[in-house]
């Protein structure tokens, strides 16, 4: 019970907000989090706003996520198999495959629920790596610590832009970007380009820049070539951006159904 109020203080982010979760009171979390700390002998939980591990909090976060996991799947087991629960599973994944391929994997499994992140593909293990996430879409082939890595293809991007943008060249003709971990439009221009930047946080905000003839971008390939309100500045040139699923190396039924999900969706959206 104390791991259960440790996870959910730090996913709730607050004590109150972890109370009304676990339909428990403040003062019972407060207990049980002193407890667990006295137990451990050191402090677990930065009281901030919100609460977050400290160094020692951080070694038990992903411990709790998989002992929580597997006791909800045996309580699922045990009232009748997963077909009946609700576990709910949380997983980062980059912007572009949210918004292309990733969502019909989830929409195959209606007995679970989903806490979705959302980060750059070159950081989204980095949640993993912390405990808060169960599983990831991610650029690094390096298997994190206590999890498994698996390749799931290639996502395709194109550079284009709208038939009305005055393009006079990748050095002086604005380019759009996610945000600043963005590194795609630069690894496609190559080193010493630095034209303008525009930063659009939302993949569909993204497209819609790109379509109004903000600057010009790199997008997926299953986009660029669906929409006839985008031209390619470079037919024949392109870059494919390795992708691989990184999920906790536990036996999980749910897990497992999720990865079988993943992958039969990425094999068909995917390059090989």
């Not at 959910?8 to 004590?15: L, R």
């Not at 019909?104 to 949640?127: C, G, I, K, N, S």
Request: aromatic fraction near 6%.
């Amino acid at each position: 019970m104390q791991l259960a109020t440790f996870q959910a203080v730090i996913e709730a982010g607050s004590f109150d907000a972890a109370a009304r979760a676990m339909h428990v009171s403040p003062s019972a979390v407060s207990q049980r989090i002193k407890a667990l700390e006295q137990d451990v002998g050191q402090v677990l939980v930065r009281r901030a706003k919100p609460c977050e591990p400290t160094e020692a909090g951080r070694a038990l976060v992903r411990f709790a996520g998989q002992v929580g996991l597997l006791e909800r799947e045996a309580l699922a087991a045990a009232r009748g198999g997963l077909a009946g629960s609700r576990v709910r599973v949380s997983v980062v994944v980059n912007a572009d495959s949210l918004h292309t391929w990733f969502m019909p994997a989830l929409a195959r499994l209606p007995h679970l629920v989903f806490d979705l992140h959302q980060d750059d593909q070159e950081y989204t293990a980095d949640l993993l790596r912390a405990g808060t996430v169960m599983a990831a879409v991610t650029s690094q082939h390096v298997a994190v610590q206590g999890c498994r890595v698996e390749r799931l293809g290639a996502m395709r991007y194109l550079a284009v832009a709208a038939p009305s943008l005055d393009f006079q060249g990748f050095a002086t003709t604005p380019v759009i970007l996610l945000n600043r971990k963005d590194e795609l439009q630069h690894r496609f221009m190559g080193p010493g380009v630095d034209p303008p930047v525009h930063y659009v946080p939302a993949a569909a905000s993204f497209v819609d820049a790109v379509r109004l003839g903000l600057g010009w971008a790199l997008v997926p390939e299953q986009i660029a070539r669906a929409d006839s309100r985008l031209v390619e500045l470079t037919p024949g040139k392109h870059l494919d951006v390795p992708l691989y699923w990184q999920r906790w190396r536990i036996e999980s039924d749910v897990l497992t159904d999720l990865t079988a999900a993943v992958k039969e969706v990425a094999a068909t959206a995917l390059r090989s």
